[in-house]
């Protein structure tokens, strides 16, 4: 009888050693954007993340990108991105993701090294391209985690960017 309740507790604690969110989870969050292009390249950013179960989390982000304390004329530029993340490494409370997906800026700046992209074009003022996301998650308490993400971008060197945030979801218990 020990060894069946041991079982059963093995596998109702599991979800919460591997999980990066509770399934079915919403979360709202907000980052700080460093871009590797200029010192002075700046941003911020809003998130919707749901986690369909307790490894993928989709990631909806929107980005603006701007120049800080600078005389020249640095271009601003919106950007959204849509992609999934999922677990590489777990230590709880600290989850190491990693998740692939779409990124659309509206940056005319691409216009110019467009040949060199690596996967990359351009629709009108659009510019469209795939990102590889990495992700450091540290749960603080149940519904607040910060993050810290490392952005690759096809569109180039120019785009790649560095965030730190947090998340939260709103329904945790």
């Known amino acids: 009888m020990k060894k069946i309740i041991i079982f059963i507790c093995m596998l109702s604690f599991s979800p919460m050693a591997i999980a990066q969110y509770d399934p079915g989870a919403m979360n709202y969050g907000f980052s700080v954007?460093?871009?590797?292009h200029s010192l002075n390249e700046t941003?911020?950013?809003?998130?919707?993340?749901?986690?369909?179960?307790?490894?993928?989390?989709?990631?909806?982000?929107?980005?603006?990108l701007f120049s800080v304390g600078t005389k020249e004329d640095v271009e601003s530029y919106n950007e959204l991105a849509l992609g999934v993340n999922l677990i590489l490494f777990n230590w709880y409370p600290t989850t190491i993701t990693a998740g692939l997906g779409y990124i659309g800026n509206d940056s005319t700046a691409f216009e110019e090294i467009?040949?060199?992209?690596?996967?990359?074009?351009r629709t009108?003022?659009?510019n469209h391209g795939v990102q590889i996301k990495i992700r450091a998650l540290h749960q603080i308490s149940?519904?607040?985690?910060?993050?810290?993400?490392?952005?690759?971008?096809?569109?180039?060197?120019?785009?790649?960017?560095?965030l730190v945030?947090?998340?939260?979801?709103?329904?945790?218990?």
């Open 33 to 36: 954007i460093k871009s590797f």
């Open 43 to 64: 941003g911020a950013g809003v998130r919707l993340e749901y986690a369909s179960n307790c490894y993928t989390t989709f990631i909806g982000e929107y980005n603006r």
């Open 114 to 121: 467009e040949e060199d992209a690596f996967l990359g074009f």
């Open 124 to 126: 009108g003022d659009l």
């Open 142 to 162: 149940v519904p607040v985690h910060i993050f810290a993400e490392f952005n690759v971008k096809s569109l180039g060197r120019r785009y790649d960017t560095f």
């Open 165 to 173: 945030g947090f998340s939260y979801d709103f329904d945790a218990r």
